[in-house]
Structures are given as structure tokens and as C-alpha cells.
């Protein structure tokens, strides 16, 4: 069968058995321009070899199939030739067969996003590693000794265990003592036979759970600047601990590295050089294949630490402790890759007063520019007074955001609702969230409602499947408008109406699935959605080698199964526009 190669994608999924049984079952079919496919073809599978047709189903998106694209046929649709146009139709009795015997080729048909994207992108063995559960990882038998113990004693213990901490009982408190607190014992003077480990065992222990990804076991050590986990059980027990080193073994991944020379920056010319490998570490992370939410984490995560360091450079140390330092938008809710606009602003705690205050919030907007971290157009940030107030006067400000009354407070109320702590007295941001949510408990329920509409003003679902027809760049499809906005605005407005704290979209559709507030596979799609528009744009500005972030792709110069997956991500996101329409009532006045 020469018009058609079974090699190529989706068919390179399957070996060459299946792909033999296919071509026996396959076909060559041919419509003129303006002719309809025939109903008894509606089951079977089919490829587009030339030419390009419609597809048209009442109450869903028109559908734009070209050439090396393949659908399904569907009783309830109707697929209309644009011009001359040859298919290759196979039938639907083998598909199935196949289907049977592949789980990879039977994906391609799932309903479910997740197991679409999981056929068709290629994910090289690092992120399969970073995926791959911490029980997995080498962890070390848990070492415990009591807090009456001596320092002394404390050392055997690590030196007869071969390792470089051990773990403190303090009556229900369990604590961790390492080489560094043994260094800051010998330095303190203090007499190592007499002291109790107590006097220098850190008590507040982060741990992880032994289930959970490697990803976020790497995320907490690199966010906590520690250099071990102890690993807890279902029931909450330290089973092990898993160490920075082994972790490093597991899988090579240099963003400790990174982390390290920003924590170590003792200049703002030495920061500026630290923040500056994290661009070429999100290329080199997305060329290997690592999804694009694991990557925004571990970004979102260097980020936050280059901002508080910088706070750290520039204020006086009487600042920091009566200050909060937060950012907003994206890089709150851990999705900016590439740097956009700064959203960031200072609580100042009450009754706290300083000469230097506006200075300092000026050189810190000012130094992250210089750093790549563009000034925001709206002026979103803490050299703006309105983003820069004690808690009394920020709390004002929310009462000021939910009366709606302008477009600026739908905008701010939408900002601050991503709100991520940085540096200071991260209690001063605990009081304005609390305070949003006693208040918004307070308003009428057409608050909601109002914010919702928002999610519908863009992407009009009746012209985005017109940016398949051929045509060039004014194809462009504007992926924040079509796909982002709509997802993380009215998933961040359900996440406000039932005040989940979580700042992440994908933490916040985890959340509402489990909450029974939105249906679970809406949900696994949405994130799925989302995290392949954003990694779209990733892939459009790596390839454009520009510093600026493009919003748009086009359609027409995409792959066929990248085409394939949009076409079902934007039937996700009108799927999503449907039932918050619904549910609110947003097709009324």
C-alpha cells in the first residue's frame, strides 16, 4: 500500500504483525470537494493521506482534520471534504483487535487526556526516575538516640552507623542532629561530653512520605536547604531516611547545585550569576522530557529562594523580622517557566515603621529586573504603595477587591488569591488569607458568580478549530486565551468559593476532585490540559531562541499527534466553560 506508510505515527506503535493485519483491512477512500463521508463508514478508523474535511457534531466544536491526522468516525458527526481529498479507512473490527493486544495504541483512543499524551509524547528515563516512588530510592536504616544523650555520644552513634546525622527523641518530639549542628557545638565552645545533644537538634523536622514522587523529595531539600529526609510510613513512622547524596545517584539533576551557589551568594553580583543557570536548566530539563509541572515546581522553587536571598542582600536585618515578602500570578501558583511580569508585594506588620522600607522594596523590584525578571506592566509589585502596606491596611484593600466595583478589583482580588509566602513572618500573609475568607464568607453568592464570567471571555469555542485550515502565522492560536486563562481563573475562583489555600492549579483540581466539587476526570483532564498548553509555549519560544514568551502556536505546523492532543485539550477546556456556565448560570444577565 504505497499512498500510506503504517511506519509512521500512531501505527510505529505497533509491531510489525499488527501492522500487516491493519493493511489487509485497509483501504483507500476518496471524496471530491464538498462531499460527505458515507454513514455506513461512521465506526471505522481513518487517516487523512491528501486533502483535509470538516467535522461538524450538534451542540460540540467543529473539528479540522489534514493531511497525517486520524479520527474515529462517529455516527452523531458528519465530515465534509474541504477539496479534493483521500482518506485511508480501516475497519473498526481491527482496530479493536489490536486495541486488545496494545494498551499503547488503544490510548490513542482513551477519553481520558492523561493516557492520550502518555502514548504520544517521548519520555526519556529521567523523568520516569523522577516519577519512581521514594521507597524505591536507597534509604538508610533510621538511627535514634535520646536527647539526654551527650554530644559525644551522639557522634559514636553517627560514626558507628556510617552516617553523618542521627535522629533525637525529646519526649513526643523526634529531631535531627548532623555534622553541621555538630560544627556549630564545637564552634559554640560548648564542652561535647557534658552538653546534651538536645541544646542542638533541630526539632522542626520535615519529612516524606514513603509513597510520594522523588520529584517532590528533591523539591523539599532543595526548599529547605537540608541535605536529608527522614522517610515516614502510612501511619506517620520514620521508617528511613533518604539522603541528598544517594538521592543525586538515583537520577542527575544539578538544581541543588543551583540552589547552593543562590544560598551561598554574598554579593547581588554573585545572585544575579546563580539565577542566571536557571534558564539553561528548564531548556536542558525540557529536552529531556521532564513534564512540565515538575519542572515549574522545581523553577518555582529556585525562584522563591533567589527572591528571598535578594531580600536578605538588601534589607536590614529589623525589616526582615517585621516584614513578609510574597509573590502572586504565576510564579505563586508555580507555572511560570520562562520569566513573565514580577507580581510581588510586603506586608508590613502593624505599628512597624522603617526610613528605609520604600528604598529597600524599590532595589528589590529594581535588582530582579536587572536579573531577567521583567517590571510588571500593571505595576503589581511592592514599590507600589498599594502592594506595599501594613496588615491593617492590606486587609482594607481585600475588603476594597470584593466589592467588585472596577475592573482593577477583579484583577488585584484575582492576583492576590495566588499569593505565595517568600521571606519574613510568613504569619502576616496567614492574616490576610484568613481574613479574605471570613469576608468572603460574608459576601453575596453573586460574587462568585461574577468572578466566574471572567473564565468565559476568551477563546471563543466556535472560531478556535478554524486555526487548523492552512494559512501560515495568522493561524497562530493564542494558547493563554484559548486554554490557560479559562483553566486557572475558574479553577482559582472555585478554589476562593471553597476556600482551598492550595496556590497551584493542579493542587487545587487534586483538591476539588477529592472534594467531590468537581468531577475527577474533568479534573485529571484539565491538569492535563494545561500542562501541555504550557509546555507548547515552552517548546515555541526554545525553538524561537527569544527571551520574550510567545502566546501563540500554529495549528498548521504542528505534528499530527501534537495536533491531536490540542484538539482534545481545547474540547477539554469547552467541556470545563460548559459546566461552569451551567453550574453558575453565566448564560444569563
Not at 489534514?66 to 479520527?71: I, K, L, S
Request: charged share 20%.
Amino acid at each position: 500500500m504505497h499512498a500510506l506508510s503504517l511506519n509512521q505515527p500512531p501505527f510505529d506503535l505497533l509491531s510489525e504483525h499488527d501492522r500487516t493485519l491493519l493493511q489487509r483491512h485497509g483501504e483507500v477512500v476518496y471524496l471530491a470537494n464538498g462531499e460527505t463521508l458515507a454513514k455506513d463508514m461512521c465506526h471505522d478508523f481513518f487517516v487523512v493521506i491528501k486533502g483535509s474535511l470538516t467535522q461538524r457534531c450538534p451542540d460540540k466544536d467543529n473539528l479540522y482534520h489534514q493531511a497525517n491526522d486520524w479520527f474515529l468516525g462517529n455516527e452523531h458527526a458528519d465530515f465534509h471534504s474541504s477539496e479534493s481529498t483521500l482518506l485511508y479507512k480501516i475497519a473498526r473490527q481491527a482496530i479493536n483487535t489490536v486495541c486488545a493486544r496494545n494498551d499503547g495504541f488503544a490510548s490513542l483512543f482513551s477519553h481520558t487526556l492523561r493516557d492520550r499524551r502518555h502514548t504520544q509524547q517521548t519520555a526519556d528515563d529521567n523523568e520516569a526516575l523522577m516519577l519512581r516512588k521514594v521507597k524505591e530510592a536507597y534509604l538508610r536504616k533510621p538511627v535514634f538516640i535520646q536527647a539526654s544523650a551527650s554530644i559525644v555520644e551522639a557522634t559514636q552513634a553517627m560514626h558507628k552507623a556510617g552516617q553523618g546525622h542521627v535522629l533525637v527523641h525529646h519526649h513526643k518530639r523526634i529531631g535531627i542532629f548532623s555534622n553541621s549542628n555538630l560544627s556549630a557545638a564545637v564552634m559554640a565552645g560548648v564542652n561535647l561530653r557534658e552538653t546534651e545533644v538536645g541544646e542542638f537538634t533541630q526539632f522542626r523536622l520535615i519529612t516524606i512520605d514513603e509513597n510520594s514522587e522523588l520529584s517532590e523529595a528533591l523539591q523539599k531539600m532543595v526548599a529547605n536547604r537540608i541535605h536529608r529526609l527522614p522517610v515516614t510510613d502510612e501511619q506517620g513512622q520514620i521508617i528511613a531516611t533518604l539522603g541528598q547524596t544517594d538521592l543525586m545517584s538515583f537520577f542527575t539533576n544539578h538544581s541543588h547545585l543551583i540552589a547552593l551557589d543562590i544560598e551561598q551568594a554574598d554579593s547581588i553580583e554573585a545572585l544575579h550569576r546563580a539565577a542566571g543557570q536557571i534558564g539553561p536548566y528548564i531548556r536542558s530539563q525540557y529536552e529531556r522530557g521532564i513534564r512540565v509541572h515538575i519542572i515549574g515546581s522545581m523553577v518555582q522553587t529556585l525562584n522563591l529562594q533567589v527572591f528571598s536571598r535578594l531580600w536578605q542582600l538588601i534589607a536590614p536585618a529589623e525589616i526582615i523580622a517585621n516584614t513578609c515578602v510574597f509573590v502572586m500570578g504565576s510564579e505563586g501558583r508555580g507555572e511560570q517557566i520562562l520569566r513573565t511580569d514580577q507580581d510581588n508585594g510586603l506586608i508590613i506588620a502593624d505599628g512597624f515603621e522603617h526610613p528605609q522600607l520604600e528604598s529597600c522594596a524599590k532595589q528589590f523590584n529594581t535588582h530582579l529586573a536587572h536579573m531577567g525578571y521583567p517590571l510588571c506592566d500593571g505595576n503589581i509589585m511592592m514599590q507600589n504603595p498599594l502592594w506595599r502596606q501594613n496588615a491593617t491596611g492590606f486587609c482594607a484593600s481585600i475588603d476594597q477587591w470584593l466589592s467588585l466595583s472596577s475592573g482593577k478589583d477583579m484583577i488585584y482580588l484575582s492576583t492576590f488569591t495566588d499569593a505565595t509566602y517568600v521571606c519574613g513572618q510568613e504569619q502576616l500573609l496567614k492574616q490576610l488569607r484568613q481574613h479574605l475568607y471570613q469576608r468572603l464568607a460574608q459576601q453575596p453568592t453573586g460574587l462568585i458568580r461574577q468572578c466566574m464570567r471572567a473564565a468565559l471571555q476568551f477563546g471563543d469555542p466556535q472560531h478556535w478549530w478554524q486555526k487548523f485550515l492552512p494559512g501560515g502565522e495568522q493561524n497562530d492560536l493564542d494558547l493563554k486565551k484559548a486554554g490557560i486563562f479559562p483553566i486557572v481563573h475558574g479553577i482559582r475562583t472555585l478554589a476562593l468559593e471553597y476556600a482551598i489555600e492550595a496556590t497551584s492549579t493542579q493542587m487545587r483540581l487534586q483538591i476539588l476532585a477529592e472534594q467531590e466539587h468537581l468531577d475527577a476526570t474533568l479534573a485529571l483532564n484539565l491538569g492535563e490540559a494545561l500542562d501541555f498548553f504550557i509546555s507548547q509555549r515552552l517548546k515555541t519560544t526554545i525553538a524561537a531562541s527569544s527571551k520574550s514568551q510567545r502566546q501563540g502556536v500554529n495549528p498548521t505546523m504542528m505534528s499530527a499527534m501534537e495536533r491531536d492532543i490540542l484538539k482534545h485539550s481545547l474540547n477539554v477546556v469547552r467541556e470545563f466553560k460548559t459546566e461552569l456556565t451551567g453550574r453558575y448560570h453565566l448564560d444569563r444577565i
